[in-house]
């Protein structure tokens, strides 16, 4: 296979973050201690994962960062948007995640990155309200705004490329509509504040617009509509979504593919969740909790195929629920009961109680995200980056094609196209050629 031709990572790379809350800060304060030699990049392919090359009896298997042309976190500068004025350090700080020992190690580099004036509206994350907004005639408006707060972001820290990752809240379910079907009615629709325009979808025009690779970390629309696949097409710019796949999810695409794999069957997985933070309390309203639970439910379809298995999969009672508890903070408890069948129809069960750490399972996310962004810049990719998958609850992906879930089929994917853009085989397991 022929190497493809991948520009130098050398030069500084800029992250823009819309939403500095708690995955933001949490993200921006483990660069800056993995920077300082604080603590390692635990849950990060790009920094610790490995590559198998060739055959086995081959014996390489080098780091990711090390195969191919990363940028290092050293030539990272991180900025972003928020609508509350306060700066990292003190958002990460109310957020609560991280002890206050370690952040108040990488305080200095916490407290230079204050927050931008924020493109927001109140009707799209109902629970929310803070000071620091943009004010504008229309979403045209706010959406130049935005693009010159890029330009001037690069210029100032003498970045060589930028990324942009949505780190923002969750907005109310939006359906596509006829101003989302091309780039000439999205464009009409900015000039004309339509209401199915939402406050993500300004900022992943405006990234595009301006050049920069965008991945949404959330489960709104945003880029997954027509127009904006167009215009990432028409302007060379990678786009990837939706949603990080973190807590309860990361377990479904673990735990589904399995059951699949030894065609167990599955009559019920009744998941709820407690969680106390920001998101916790966005999620509390009923049109935010639809987008999520959207993104949440299409995950076992998918996986389990029940057009293929009905006798298996063709009745299953999958309910989600997510409360707003305050007391419980960033940790969150994901519990699942899930009841299954097997030989001759014979019932069982499996209980699963998740005790995780939202943002600290989230923003190892955030980091490769970025990174393997600028990577499929500088590879010359354009549009959908199904490759990356393996990051998202409900993966974006070609129109007419199935999004494929299942965890260990996406880490497969992502590395054959690692393993592609550098010339490698790729890797099939077939491994008959140790027996012929």
């Not at 991180?78 to 990488?106: H, P, R």
């Not at 979504?241 to 030894?262: E, I, N």
């Not at 998958?389 to 094609?401: D, I, M, V």
């Amino acid at each position: 296979m022929s190497q493809k031709e991948i520009k130098s990572a050398d030069g500084k790379l800029g992250i823009l973050l819309p939403g500095l809350g708690s995955v933001a800060t949490t993200f921006i304060a483990g660069v800056e201690a993995i920077r300082q030699g604080i603590a390692p990049p635990v849950g990060s392919l790009t920094q610790m994962g490995t590559i198998r090359l060739g055959k086995r009896t081959d014996k390489r298997s080098p780091r990711i960062k090390d195969f191919v042309p990363l940028a290092t976190l050293e030539n990272l500068v991180i900025g972003g948007w928020d609508i509350f004025e306060e700066n990292c350090y003190e958002s990460a700080s109310k957020a609560g995640v991280l002890e206050q020992s370690l952040l108040d190690q990488v305080r200095p580099a916490l407290e230079k990155i204050k927050p931008m004036p924020a493109v927001f509206d109140n009707r799209y994350v109902k629970k929310l309200n803070g000071p620091n907004v943009k004010k504008g005639e229309n979403w045209m408006d706010l959406a130049d705004q935005l693009q010159n707060d890029i330009k001037t972001f690069k210029e100032t820290n003498g970045c060589d490329r930028l990324v942009m990752v949505w780190c923002g809240s969750t907005e109310i379910f939006i359906e596509t509509s006829d101003v989302h079907k091309t780039v000439r009615s999205f464009e009409e629709g900015l000039r004309n504040n339509d209401e199915n325009i939402s406050p993500s979808m300004v900022y992943a025009y405006a990234a595009i617009k301006s050049g920069v690779p965008f991945a949404n970390g959330a489960p709104n629309l945003t880029v997954d509509i027509p127009a904006m696949v167009e215009l990432a097409r028409e302007l060379h710019v990678p786009i990837v979504g939706k949603d990080f796949k973190t807590g309860q999810t990361f377990m479904k695409t673990v735990l589904a593919p399995g059951f699949k794999a030894r065609l167990l069957g599955l009559n019920g997985w009744f998941s709820t969740n407690i969680l106390g933070n920001r998101d916790g309390e966005v999620l509390d309203d009923p049109g935010s909790f639809k987008t999520k639970e959207a993104s949440k439910l299409s995950v076992l379809d998918h996986i389990l195929q029940p057009e293929l298995y009905p006798e298996l999969y063709g009745e299953v009672h999958h309910k989600v629920r997510i409360n707003y508890y305050p007391p419980r903070g960033d940790n969150k408890e994901g519990w699942d009961n899930i009841d299954i069948f097997g030989w001759l129809g014979y019932k069982m069960q499996i209980k699963v109680d998740f005790l995780c750490r939202d943002s600290i399972l989230a923003a190892p996310l955030v980091l490769d995200l970025a990174l393997f962004m600028d990577l499929a810049k500088r590879t010359g990719k354009r549009g959908i980056q199904e490759w990356l998958s393996f990051y998202f609850k409900a993966p974006q992906h070609a129109e007419g094609l199935y999004p494929e879930h299942d965890l260990f089929i996406q880490l497969m994917k992502l590395k054959n196209t690692l393993r592609d853009m550098k010339g490698e085989d790729l890797i099939t397991h077939l491994g008959q050629e140790y027996y012929d």
